[in-house]
């Protein structure tokens, strides 16, 4: 048997074709980064509020070894790049799906030149990665409130203590 990828793979966007690929998407252009190691609750309703500020969203996640020196813990990414880009290319809200190994996702920033900007409610608007960038061409920034507040290492814990 054949193995035959499913059709959401193909929002998986290596980084340099990321400036060709988000051209065909609609805008408004929603950017957003982060590991979203294991996705919970409180990532896809972020997600899905991030989405609602425009017409497409695009997320970049930190490669493996960017997400190690974040110093998460030794046993981090628990879900390696490749399953981690799967699993968001999957959700309905995600348009595209890239990464960066760098140690912020500025370049991918400038590769797409998205008009809305966002992190979750722990980073503070004038903290964002890119967010001089964003703003110096018209765009905006958002740091969206946690409805949920649930963590991945709060759910390795627990997982952990069972």
Request: glycine fraction near 6%; aromatic fraction near 6%; hydrophobic fraction near 45%.
């Amino acid at each position: 048997m054949n193995y035959l990828a499913p059709a959401f793979e193909a929002k998986i966007c290596p980084p340099d074709q990321l400036t060709a690929r988000t051209a065909a998407l609609a805008r408004p252009l929603v950017f957003t980064n982060g590991c979203f190691d294991i996705l919970h609750r409180g990532h896809v309703t972020y997600l899905a509020q991030a989405a609602a500020l425009g017409t497409s969203l695009v997320v970049a996640l930190n490669s493996d070894a960017s997400v190690k020196r974040l110093g998460k813990g030794d046993d981090r990414p628990v879900n390696a790049l490749a399953d981690r880009l799967a699993v968001m290319a999957a959700l309905e809200c995600v348009a595209l799906v890239t990464w960066f190994d760098e140690d912020t996702p500025l370049q991918r920033i400038l590769d797409c030149r998205p008009e809305v900007l966002v992190k979750g409610g722990d980073w503070p608007v004038d903290k964002i990665v890119g967010c001089a960038e964003v703003r110096g061409w018209g765009g905006t920034v958002h740091s969206i409130p946690f409805i949920h507040h649930k963590s991945t290492t709060a759910l390795l814990e627990k997982i952990r203590r069972l």
